[in-house]
């Protein structure tokens, strides 16, 4: 077994999923990161369990957070209707400071682990115009995480990779296709139901669905409208 590690973020959705066999590919040992803060669609931490497990996951752990005590996303306030609808500019499915939650405590876990690596399946192409998802924002973030960490200070360093930066949701299904991702075990939906059956209309399911048609790949993913 390969002594390199990394700390994988995994919702249970195409991307996430996509960067773990990545990761695995590549030959780290991998430990998967999830969080219940509060989220809408919260069948996606089965979807994230199933993922791990599939993929050959090391250990996978689960992080209670309760984004909902702050709101301001229609993923985190019930009286904040998910769009169905594409909108201009920052969408309101935009959850605020999360990926800078999330990486800060897959930080932590990284640093207990001895961990050189951090993955994240953030995307500027196919990124709902979240501001947390671009290369400039990744790349301030490693350098805060090598300033802030003991293991940064000793000169061991820490990366955050993003293998998914640059490629279409096409090329990322493509991707995990060849690398053998069972996309029926994912769930992308902002508002899937507790079978983990998707809307079909939502920001994140457009996006998969063009990305599957672009692929000239069948859609697994079950809707229930």
Same mark, same amino acid.
């Given at each position: 077994m390969s002594d390199k590690k990394a700390v994988v973020l995994v919702s249970g959705g195409l991307d996430s999923t996509t960067v773990l066999a990545i990761a695995r590919h590549q030959g780290y040992q991998c430990y998967t990161l999830s969080? !219940? #803060? /509060?989220? $809408?669609? $919260?069948? @996606?931490l089965e979807a994230a369990k199933r993922v791990s497990a599939a993929l050959g996951? *090391?250990?996978?752990?689960?992080v209670v957070l309760d984004l909902r005590t702050i709101g301001g996303s229609a993923l985190t306030d019930d009286a904040i209707d998910v769009p169905e609808e594409a909108s201009d500019g920052i969408p309101i499915t935009y959850v605020p400071a999360r990926n800078t939650v999330f990486l800060s405590i897959a930080l932590g876990w990284? @640093?207990?682990?001895q961990a050189s690596d951090i993955f994240?399946?953030?995307? +500027?192409?196919d990124?709902?115009?979240? %501001?947390d998802c671009r290369p400039d924002y990744i790349s301030a973030y490693e350098t805060m +995480?090598?300033?802030a960490t003991k293991a940064g200070v000793e000169g061991r360093g820490l990366r955050i990779? *993003? %293998?998914?930066?640059?490629?279409?949701? +096409?090329?990322?299904? $493509?991707?995990?296709?060849?690398? /053998?991702?069972? #996309?029926g075990l994912t769930v992308s939906? #902002?508002? +899937?139901? !507790?079978? /983990?059956q998707a809307c079909g209309r939502c920001d994140s399911c457009r996006l998969r669905q063009q990305g599957f048609n672009e692929a000239n790949t069948p859609d697994p993913t079950p809707y229930f409208t």
């Open positions: 969080f !219940d #803060y /509060g989220q $809408r669609h $919260r069948v @996606e996951a *090391t250990q996978h752990k689960t990284a @640093e207990v682990l994240i399946g953030v995307n +500027a192409v990124y709902s115009g979240y %501001p +995480a090598n300033l990779q *993003t %293998p998914l930066m640059t490629m279409t949701k +096409a090329d990322i299904i $493509r991707q995990g296709a060849q690398l /053998g991702v069972d #996309y939906c #902002y508002q +899937a139901n !507790d079978n /983990g």
